[in-house]
C-alpha cells in the first residue's frame, strides 16, 4: 500500500519532491512542529496540541489567512489517516514553515505546511518492564530563552544528541542546557522520583512545553502526590531514586539506567498505573 503525506492541502505520495532550494524552512529552519498520536480515529489531547502549535506560531510572527485554523488543520489529518489506513493508532508528524525567500525577504509570513503520518505497533503504550538506556549528551546545550518550550525546526541540540545515541547504542539522551543542567531528552520529557516526591524541570530551565508533561503534572495533583517544576542537577538526576520520560506516543517509560547509575521502578509503576485509569 502506497503511503501518502499532505503538503499544503494535497495528497503525495510518500517520496515526492515538493521543496525547492529558496524554502526558508530548509534554509533556516524557519518553522516549528508538532508530534500528535492517533488513537481510534481521534488525536489525543487534540486542543492542547493545537493550542501550542497557536502559540508557537505566533510567536515566531507568522500570518494566519482566513481559512488557517485548528479545525481546518485536524480535518486534513483524519483525511490523511484515513487514506493510508493509519485510524488505528499512528504517530502524526505536522511540519509549519514559511515558504521561499532570504534572511530579510521572505515571500509572505503566511504558513504552509506538511503533514505526514506513521502506523504504530499494536504494543504502543504498554509498560516497558526492560527500562530504557540512557547517556547524557554534553556536547551540544540548549538555551533558556522565549523560543525554548515550543517544538521550532532549529533542531540541533537535538540532531546531535540523537546521533550520539545511535553511536553509543543507548535508547535516548539527556539534554544538558547553558546552565549544564538537565533539559529534556531528544523526544521525551524527565522526570525523577526521590523520597515519593516527583520532580521535573521547570519551563525556565528550556525544556519543551511537553503535551504529557502537563497532563502527568495534572494527574499527580489530583492524586495528591508531591510534584515539582525545579533545576535539576546532574547529580541531583543520578541520586534519584527512580526515573522516568513522557511524551505523547509512549505517555511513560522507565529509565532502568544511565551510565553506570541503575534505578528502581514501583513509584513509577503506580504512576503508571494512574495515567491508564
Known amino acids: 500500500m502506497s503511503i501518502f503525506f499532505n503538503y499544503n492541502g494535497k495528497f503525495y505520495k510518500e517520496g515526492t519532491a515538493i521543496i525547492g532550494p529558496d524554502n526558508r524552512g530548509l534554509r533556516y529552519g524557519d518553522g516549528l512542529f508538532e508530534t500528535m498520536k492517533i488513537k481510534n480515529g481521534s488525536i489525543e489531547f487534540a486542543d492542547d496540541h493545537f493550542a501550542r502549535l497557536w502559540k508557537g506560531m505566533k510567536l515566531l510572527g507568522f500570518e494566519f489567512p482566513k481559512h488557517f485554523s485548528p479545525d481546518m488543520l485536524e480535518e486534513l489529518v483524519y483525511g490523511l489517516v484515513k487514506k493510508n489506513g493509519h485510524e488505528l493508532m499512528a504517530r502524526i508528524r505536522l511540519n509549519i514553515f ?73 535508547n535516548d539522551a539527556l539534554l544538558l542546557n547553558v546552565h549544564g543542567r538537565i533539559c529534556d531528552s531528544t523526544i521525551a520529557n524527565v522526570f525523577l522520583i526521590k523520597d515519593e516526591q516527583v520532580f ?24 495528591h502526590i508531591p510534584v515539582t517544576e525545579t533545576a535539576i542537577s546532574i547529580e541531583t538526576l543520578l541520586n534519584a531514586d527512580e526515573v522516568f520520560l513522557t511524551n505523547c506516543i509512549y505517555k511513560l517509560r522507565w529509565v532502568q539506567r544511565i551510565g553506570e547509575r541503575t534505578f528502581e521502578n514501583l513509584f513509577t509503576q503506580k504512576i503508571f498505573s494512574l495515567m491508564n485509569s
Open 98 to 170: 514559511r515558504g521561499d525567500g532570504g534572511l530579510y525577504d521572505a515571500k509572505d509570513l503566511k504558513p504552509e505546511y506538511i503533514i505526514q503520518s506513521w502506523q504504530l505497533p499494536a504494543g504502543n503504550g504498554e509498560w516497558n518492564s526492560n527500562g530504557l538506556v540512557l547517556g547524557i549528551n554534553t556536547e551540544a546545550q540548549k538555551s533558556c530563552d522565549l523560543f525554548s518550550n515550543i517544538k521550532h525546526n532549529n533542531y540541533l541540540p537535538y540532531i546531535m544528541a540523537a546521533l550520539k545515541t545511535k553511536q553509543e547504542k543507548w
Open 200 to 223: 521535573t524541570a521547570a519551563l525556565t530551565e528550556g525544556c519543551v512545553a511537553g503535551i504529557m508533561r502537563q497532563q502527568l503534572i495534572n494527574i499527580l495533583k489530583k492524586h
